[in-house]
């Protein structure tokens, strides 16, 4: 029964520790400037050429205008600029839409990911200068 409970301890721990994880962090332009992780745009078309984006993020809709949504087709385009094992960012409008999705990413699906809490909105209200969105850059 101990060799059991000890095996059934460390599979646990083992599973923990590869299990991916979430990290919420509050946006600000100093982090957006500095950091080195790649930056997903999870806005709609619309929303990009409405606003512009932050420079180098790949834009990668999540939800569509009528909120509908593909997983399938966003993990498609999403794996083809991250790998599963690397840390990256998330950004919507205000941060509703990707808590839920970097929640989903991580938890279910061990991404490692950042949920930039705020969105652009916040961005904005802090002086920040977003980039021109040109459709099809990327």
């Known amino acids: 029964m101990k060799i059991l409970k000890k095996t059934v ?3 646990f721990i083992l599973a923990t ?3 991916a994880e979430v990290t919420n ?3 600000t332009p100093a982090f957006i400037n500095n950091t080195k992780l790649k930056i997903i745009d999870i806005r709609t078309q619309g929303e990009w050429i409405e606003t512009g984006i932050v420079r180098g993020a790949y834009t990668i809709t999540f ?3 009528r909120g509908n949504y593909n997983i399938d087709a966003f993990l498609e385009k999403l794996n083809t600029v991250v790998d599963k094992d690397e840390k990256f ?3 919507c409008r205000t941060g509703s839409r990707t808590g839920m999705i970097s929640n989903f990413l991580g938890k279910k699906l061990n991404y490692h990911v950042v949920n930039l809490k705020g969105g652009i909105m916040k961005l904005f ?3 920040f200068k ?3 969105y040109a459709p099809n850059k990327k």
Do not use: H, Y
């Open 9 to 11: 301890l460390g599979a």
């Open 63 to 65: 939800f569509d205008e």
């Open 89 to 91: 960012a998330l950004i």
């Open 130 to 132: 977003p980039e021109f």
């Open 17 to 19: 520790s590869l299990s």
């Open 25 to 27: 962090i509050e946006v």
């Open 125 to 127: 209200k802090e002086g």
